[in-house]
């Protein structure tokens, strides 16, 4: 015959809390009370209108909180975002810092150069300067391509959109 044996009962684990979660409901409350609060201050429109101009604001005001509010209380009661794994990525890796400095390079330079060279050069060694960090070696390519780009969307802006962007050296050949 066998003596029973009695174990330790132990007690389970505490959940995890995910104060990031709560942090993204604490802002999601404080920018629909933002929303809010501005969307007060708004005149009526003309008495002809079915819908006010400060209808639109109260509505994302109202759902921002509703939102925050109710992610505050999926988080008390546990609930944890699912981690994404990734397509092609090997999330057992570092960030490469010497790429995203080159990245950032590049950006600061297109925005120390636009007012000076204008969008449609910039645009283009914007693109150009992405696709090499990136890891392209046809540097051809990779200029013609974002001349296209940037041509094109400097033409699309300002003459569809009519929003002007700078043409810097180019203007009046542009």
């Known amino acids: 015959m066998s003596v029973p044996t009695t174990t330790p009962t132990t007690r389970p684990p505490r959940p995890v809390v995910d104060k990031a979660q709560y942090g993204l409901a604490g802002f999601l409350v404080l920018a629909g009370g933002y929303v809010l609060l501005d969307a007060?201050?708004?005149?009526d429109g003309f008495a002809d209108q079915p819908v006010?101009?400060?209808?639109?604001p109260y509505v994302v005001g109202a759902g921002l909180v509703l939102f925050g509010i109710l992610l505050a209380v999926a988080t008390a009661r546990g609930d944890r975002p699912e981690a994404e794994e990734g397509e092609d990525i090997d999330l057992t890796q570092g960030t490469d810092v010497r790429t995203v400095g080159l990245l950032a390079l590049v950006l600061i330079a297109n925005?120390?150069?636009i007012d000076l060279l204008g969008w449609a050069i910039t645009g283009a060694l914007l693109f150009a300067g992405a696709a090499i960090v990136l890891g392209s070696r046809n540097w051809i390519r990779d200029i013609a391509v974002g001349v296209a780009l940037s041509v094109g969307s400097w033409y699309f802006f300002y003459v569809v959109l009519g929003v002007p962007i700078p043409a810097g050296i180019l203007d009046g050949v542009l």
Not at 40 to 43: I, P, Q, R, S, T
Not at 52 to 56: A, G, V
């Open 40 to 43: 007060a201050g708004l005149h």
């Open 52 to 56: 006010q101009p400060y209808t639109l």
């Open 111 to 113: 925005i120390a150069l």
